[in-house]
T-cell receptor, first 111, second 112 residues
């Protein structure tokens, strides 16, 4: 069964730091790689997504970097804030087109 | 306001009971999904619907069943709940497969 490997499992940074979360995926015929943010007791919400016709996409303080040859993509959070403390999930399409989620990264941003 | 709703939010039920988890969306999305998520773990797709009268099983085997009689409604049923079914169940919808999926707040199910 296809997998998406996400790391690290947890991350603690100081306010203003730049946490980086990495994901690696297996072969897929589809091109859509989203990141979701989930707060406790809530469902995941789409944070940012990339289609790999570009190697980088930036929305506000959030940036996705994409390396198609290495089958890897990462999320960078610039000037992180305590309100960014949440669990982050990457996802990649399986060969059947269904999204497979990574294991999640719990981020804590200390004031 | 367009949204996706799940009820109940929390459910504690005894072994052997039949349960239905409700999911409704007001966005007119054709694609709807059910995911299962254990605490601190990834989401696993258990059911998927392309549209009315179209359902298929996801990558994670599940004893639950679903129906899609109306575009906006995608309920999930467990005929006989077991402690192994204890988990969080998340419903989602999207316009197409590779566009933003909107998630409900989830139903946290505990079978005792």
């Amino acid at each position: 069964q296809q997998q998406v490997k996400q790391s690290p499992q947890s991350l603690i940074v100081q306010k203003g730091g730049i946490p980086i979360i990495n994901c690696a995926y297996e072969n897929t015929a589809f091109d859509y790689f989203p990141w979701y943010q989930q707060f406790p007791g809530k469902g995941p919400a789409l944070l940012i997504a990339i289609r790999p016709d570009v190697s980088e996409k930036k929305e506000g303080r959030f940036t996705i970097s994409f390396n198609k040859s290495a089958k890897q993509f990462s999320l960078h959070i610039m000037d992180s804030q305590p309100g960014d403390s949440a669990t982050y999930f990457c996802a990649a399409p399986s060969n059947t087109g269904k999204l497979i989620f990574g294991q999640g990264t719990t981020l804590q941003v200390k004031p | 306001e367009a949204d996706i709703y799940q009820t109940p939010r929390y459910l504690v039920i005894g072994t052997g009971k039949k349960i239905t988890l409700e999911c409704s969306q007001t966005m007119g999305h054709d694609k709807m999904y059910w995911y299962q998520q254990d605490p601190g773990m990834e989401l696993h797709l258990i059911h998927y619907s392309y549209g009315v009268n179209s359902t298929e099983k996801g990558d994670l085997s599940s004893e639950s069943t679903v129906s899609r009689i109306r575009t906006e409604h995608f309920p999930l049923t467990l005929e006989s709940a077991r402690p192994s079914h204890t988990s969080q169940y998340l419903c989602a919808s999207s316009v197409q497969e590779f566009t933003e999926a909107f998630f409900g707040q989830g139903t946290r199910l505990t079978v005792v």
